[in-house]
């Protein structure tokens, strides 16, 4: 039986191997458009005022809503992070709003969420029942996730606590950059631990708990946790440059925003994937030496 996935976010990194992925396995995609419907499989939408027709979601069987202005745009300013705000909660709260008028016909919802929702946290083993961080983007993911479960009254919601995900593309994209320059090296002291997931994994893991009962927050992440210099040293390796340029986290904060750097750059946050590997999900890239060398030489597919 064919199954029904709307994506909001379809045309971002994530979206677009999403949709790549569910026509793969011969399922049906609809991509919500912040404009008039131009091909089959659109439907429109807006979500800055609120506005969904619920036509478009009737017969699904889940809707994911990726959307966010990217984290790895820096620096963090004030005006950009009331972007990175507003591009996230008004998709999520519009979709379960229609989704709560809906009833008991609605969909699965599968919101986009963040490891960030954990801050930093140096030392402590981080599974889903670990509690929310005091930084910029710990605060961003709770209210993030309190507006998917407004819908939670009628439907699934699964929260995707992601990691970032390695590939040319990614949050990492300006340290694969300036590693293929022959300028990378150490961020901050180096020593934090980084979750990752390879984008395959990614969108593996998202269409596991589509087809599971999986709900509530959801770590996507890699099993085996990762400094900072491991995961620089992998892309170093891979792309045969040094690592070697030290970046003060004084000068890092300079450079892109004390609310960034903290987030995200000298965040320590060891996050396992418990609830993936409890329902059985097994990772095609278990390492983030495997996960880099997938990025930087990726397959045809993604």
Known sequence: MTTHIVIAGASGLIGRALSRAIVARGDRVTALVRR????PGEAPWEPARGTLDIRHLEGADAVVVLNGAS???????KAYRQELIGSRIAPVSTV???LA????????????????????????VLTEAAVAGDTFLARLCVDWEAAAREAESVTRVALLRTAPVI???GVLRPMIRLTSLGLGGPLGAGTQVWPWISLEDEIRAILHIIDTDISGPVNLCGPEPATANETGRAIAR?????YWLRAPEWGL?????????????????DVH?????????????????????????PPANL
């Open 238 to 242: 891979e792309l045969h440059r040094p």
């Open 273 to 297: 994937p418990e609830i993936l590997t409890n329902h059985g999900f097994v990772f095609a890239h278990s390492t983030v030496e495997s996960a880099v060398r997938a990025a930087i030489s």
């Open 101 to 124: 008028r809906m009833g008991s016909d609605a969909p699965t919802l599968v919101s986009g969420s963040a490891v960030g929702y954990y801050g930093s946290a140096p030392g402590a």
């Open 253 to 269: 904060n300079l450079a892109l925003g004390k609310a960034a750097v903290e987030s995200l750059l000298a965040s320590d946050a």
């Open 167 to 169: 590939h040319r593309a």
């Open 36 to 39: 008039p419907a131009q091909a």
């Open 71 to 77: 984290v790895g745009r820096m620096p963090w300013t």
């Open 96 to 98: 379960a709003t229609a």
